[in-house]
């Protein structure tokens, strides 16, 4: 789908090592890693809607909308 409006980019990094080095009471894990940026991104395109809502454009395989990050991160905003 062709949404207009400007579109970010959301670049890639590369994990050079990742250890979990424990939980949070909340269920996330702690990590230690150490990262760098690399050459690829996705291009996200944002549009706000008359009704508030957050919907995604495309289907994800194997990823309901409610587990999707981008649809978490953006209810959280």
């Not at 424990?22 to 996705?42: K, M, N, P, S, W």
């Not at 549009?47 to 990823?63: F, K, Q």
Request: overall charge positive; charged content about 25%; glycine content about 6%.
């Amino acid at each position: 789908m062709n949404l207009p409006g400007p579109d970010y980019p959301a670049p890639a990094k590369l994990n050079l090592f990742l250890h979990v080095v424990g939980r949070r009471e909340d269920g996330y894990h702690l990590l230690q890693t150490v990262f760098t940026l690399i050459d690829r991104c996705d291009r996200l395109r944002l549009r706000l809607r008359d009704d508030g809502r957050v919907e995604r454009a495309n289907v994800v395989p194997g990823v309901p909308p409610d587990q999707d990050l981008a649809v978490r991160a953006a209810l959280l905003l």
